[in-house]
């Protein structure tokens, strides 16, 4: 019910590849382009990274070059809207470094952190917080991993912010 999956069973003509790893950092991504990615080549690459740390604009760039080098856009996603008990909305530190570096590449993400949000609004610090019924672990003050139902707002928001992804020319 994960969010690839849920594009991958939506869109049975798409040749879609899934190397989500759980607790990846960017410098995971960057080392599986020489055993993966430049292997298969893919034309486009949906990213959610953020979480477990390790960015920096630096490996933005590296990432993007990277991609760039083997044909493939990159799409750069927002984290889901969480709160954490060692670092309060941290996920707003680390979307404002994303949202920062796309502008000013030209790159486009899902926002993970609107469809994640209470009342889809992560605005303002007050209304920042997380929809607690989509995510797995529902106590404050931690939520993190988006449940079934909090996977379908996701998919549901990829669809509104990365349209090309659902209507590209299979080749």
């Given amino acids: 019910y994960r969010v690839a999956e849920l594009f991958r069973t939506e869109h049975p ?13 960017i410098e995971a991504i960057l080392q599986r382009f020489s055993t993966e ?15 477990n740390g390790g ?5 933005f760039n590296t990432l993007k070059q990277r991609c760039d ?7 750069l996603c927002y984290n889901v809207c ?7 909305r941290k996920h707003q530190y680390v979307n404002a470094m994303i949202e920062s570096w796309s502008a000013e590449n030209g790159i486009i993400g899902a926002r993970y952190d609107i469809a ?7 605005v303002n610090d007050e209304s920042q917080l997380p929809d607690e019924s989509l995510f797995s672990r529902n106590t404050q003050p931690y939520n993190l991993h988006p449940n ?11 669809s509104i912010d990365l349209p090309d992804l659902f209507y590209c020319i299979v080749g």
């Fill in 116 to 122: 994640t949000a209470l009342g889809n609004n992560p």
């Fill in 148 to 158: 079934q139902a909090g996977q379908i707002e996701m998919y549901r928001r990829l």
């Fill in 69 to 75: 080098a083997i044909g493939c856009k990159l799409y």
């Fill in 13 to 25: 003509n798409h040749k879609v590849m899934i190397a989500a790893r759980g607790g990846c950092t």
């Fill in 82 to 88: 969480y709160t954490s008990a060692v670092e309060e």
């Fill in 37 to 51: 990615f430049d292997i298969y080549r893919p034309k486009r690459m949906v990213v959610n990274i953020g979480a």
């Fill in 55 to 59: 960015n920096s604009t630096g490996l």
